[in-house]
């Protein structure tokens, strides 16, 4: 039974940002997984103040995140945005709970571990300076998953990175508009749709170009991929380089991902190593057709991978098709996993 009300070595939690996309991701995974908690709280604008939502069966109203008193709980999961997380992430770690953050507020910050358990969750070894956990981007996530055992066993020299991001990708407000925009364009195929979250229109489209350009012509989406693939693999000096796009799909990520080894990569042991990943599915050409598509991965919590090649051209280079879902992988299963690693090494 996930809660516990008496059990003290539960924690108890917030959900700062319950009612968004993330949000209530991250409620269904906590019941799947049955994740044990003494008390839980849910966060979020005075928008949804008084708000009611159902977790385990029992009805929670919603606080506004200005007035939430976080020296009532021991970890706090905060996905409402970086604005929001450079605010209140810091008053809830002086207030002495453990922040589990979602955004882009703190990646790179020194004190603070940037975490996905399969691959360094040795860093949650000790409470971080910051009082901070960062949660990576949701599609830096799924690659450095991929990359690890292929650095360890044949050294990476150059990863070029493709990315088909969706529209859910920008929360409640990006599906919502994904819809709309597709159902004016069908009507009428001149009339784009509204462009709140996508310009141009999304609709019958693809946009490469997520956040906002740096002076170094890329994009930030592009440059989180690179330093925070560099900081989760320990690896200073990898060479990431990425073109971020938003395709027109309702959710789940995909990459596809060129990776240049220093040693030459045999494909079945390569297929092997992927395999042997835990909470990785590998779809080989061995089955016809198989190959990971958002619509069709059917175990939502693994990375998917496919199309695995190794150029007849270039021994060291394969390529990989890589499939993720961006809420679940890419955000609330990925902090769920930090919460679970904290409490079972007994860091919270
Ligand atoms: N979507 C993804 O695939 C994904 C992946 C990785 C990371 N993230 C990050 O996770 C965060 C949430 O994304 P999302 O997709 O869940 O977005 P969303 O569906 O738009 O939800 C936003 C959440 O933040 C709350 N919020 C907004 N402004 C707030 C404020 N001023 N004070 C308190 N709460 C506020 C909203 O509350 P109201 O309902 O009251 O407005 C809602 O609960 C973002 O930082 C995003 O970058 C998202």
């Known amino acids: ?43 979020a604008s005075p928008r949804s103040q008084g708000r009611t939502l159902r977790v385990d069966g029992r ?11 976080f020296s009532t709980v021991d970890l706090a999961f905060f996905s409402a945005g970086s604005d929001v997380s450079r605010k209140w992430a810091p008053v809830a770690a002086a207030q002495g709970a453990l922040v589990i953050d979602n955004t882009n507020a703190f990646r790179m910050d020194p004190d603070t571990p940037l975490v996905v358990p399969q691959v360094n969750a040795d860093a949650l070894a000790t409470r971080p300076a910051s009082g901070i956990v960062a949660n990576p981007n949701c599609s830096t996530i799924p690659l450095v998953r991929l990359l690890r055992p292929i650095e360890d066993r044949w050294g990476l020299s150059k990863v070029v990175v493709s990315t088909y991001q969706a529209a859910s990708g920008r929360g409640h407000s990006g599906t919502a508009e994904l819809h709309e925009a597709t159902r004016a364009a069908l009507a009428n ?52 380089t990425t073109t971020c796009v938003r395709v027109p799909v309702r959710n789940g990520h995909s990459e596809a991902v060129w990776i240049e080894c220093h040693d030459v990569v045999d494909r079945a042991e390569l297929v092997a190593a992927l395999c042997a990943l835990p909470e990785v599915t590998v779809h080989d050409r061995d089955a016809p057709g198989a190959f990971p598509t958002p619509r069709t991965i059917a175990e939502a919590n693994d990375v998917h991978v496919g199309r695995i090649r190794v150029s007849p051209h270039n021994p ?11 809420l679940r992988i890419g955000a609330a299963l990925n902090a769920l996993q930090i919460a679970e690693e904290l409490v079972a090494r007994g860091t919270l």
């Open 1 to 43: 039974m996930p809660y516990t009300p008496h059990d003290t070595t539960a924690p108890r939690i917030a959900l700062v940002g319950a009612t968004g996309a993330v949000g209530e991701t991250l409620i269904g995974l906590i019941e799947d997984r049955a994740f044990r908690y003494r008390e839980i709280q849910l966060v």
């Open 59 to 69: 009805e929670h109203r919603v606080s506004a995140v200005d007035t939430f008193d």
């Open 189 to 240: 195929p001149a009339d784009p749709g509204p462009q709140a979250e996508f310009a141009p229109t999304l609709a019958f489209n693809v946009i490469p170009f997520i956040d906002e350009l740096l002076d170094s012509g890329f994009t930030m989406e592009e440059q989180k991929m690179l330093q925070e693939s560099r900081k989760i693999l320990a690896l200073r000096h990898l060479d990431v």
């Open 316 to 326: 060291r280079g394969c390529w990989l098709w890589v499939v993720a879902d961006n």
